[in-house]
């Protein structure tokens, strides 16, 4: 393959071997394109000219380059991020005449309106076209995120209710950030989210809270507790030592007890029963002083 590879005498890009597979190991398209472009770049860039030369939107950039962040190839620089309302009042009538007419757009609005059971407001198809052209979700990703969004809504609030367009764009929003922007990232995403969904219920267990569902305060909870990686078993020596101190179940006090055990790298039963059994210092170092005040 490497004889077909035109080398002509200009300038050259070198990447170091482990870069490189950094890079294909990500498998992230804009990831690989936007330092290619850094490394190209001999002068500082703006965000605004990025976003017009790699043409992506500020939400697809920052993906990117957190991902950049996270493998240690750049350091960390903040992009501006869009908020809904200030793209909701861009689009004219006209321009959206003009999107309809694009197949792939008029095809996500009909798809949409059919999962939704109702006739998009000009509004809708406003945040619709928001989410495609001014986040950069692709259409098929964007179908995706409003079927996710019926199921969520119907299995919290009960069977035939419905978001809206604006819940939706909100969660679109939350994906973009995530770097969900294509089919393979965004299946895998709600792969993890229903595997996530059915180990709530030993957490719940855990918290001695039945069977029932977690509301979504509550999930939001839990999903941090997995995320910095505490088994249900964690979670109930928390619990324990919680409603030892509170009288009763306390979430916000729960919480702080594992951020404090995820700082301290204590993930394990073992990690925390070994250090009940480490001294206190500061217990060492009242004792030394009353021990040198009584020889006094």
Known sequence: MAGYIIREREETLVLPVGQVDQLLQTADGDAVLLYL?????????????????????????????????NMGLI????????????????????????????????????????????????????????????????????????????????????????????????????????????????????????????QSAQYMAALHMGDRRPVEAEEKYIAQWMDWGFSPE???????????????MDWRYLNGILRRWDKEGLRKLRDVQEEKKRPDPSAQSKKQIIEEYLKW
């Open 37 to 69: 472009y850094l490394m190209r770049r001999s002068d500082a860039v703006t965000p605004e000219r990025l976003m017009e030369d790699l043409s992506m939107s500020a939400l697809r950039l920052q993906a990117a380059q957190s991902k950049l962040e």
């Open 234 to 248: 964690m979670v109930a020596l928390a619990y324990e030592k919680t409603v030892l101190k509170k009288q009763g």
């Open 75 to 198: 350091q960390a620089q903040s992009l501006p991020i869009p908020e809904p309302a200030q793209r909701q009042g861009e689009y004219t009538a006209a321009e959206l005449v003009e999107m309809l007419r694009d197949p792939e757009f008029g095809m996500l609005v009909e798809e949409t309106e059919r999962s939704l059971g109702k006739k998009l407001t000009t509004m809708d198809i406003k945040r619709l076209a928001n989410l495609r052209h001014e986040v950069g979700l692709p259409a098929d990703v964007i179908f995706l995120l409003v079927r996710h969004s019926v199921e969520e809504t119907e299995r919290r609030y009960g069977q035939g209710r419905r978001p809206t367009v604006a819940a939706i764009e909100k969660e679109g929003y939350y994906w973009a950030r995530r770097g969900l922007f294509d089919q393979e990232a965004a299946a895998r995403y709600l792969r993890t989210m229903a595997r996530r969904r059915e």
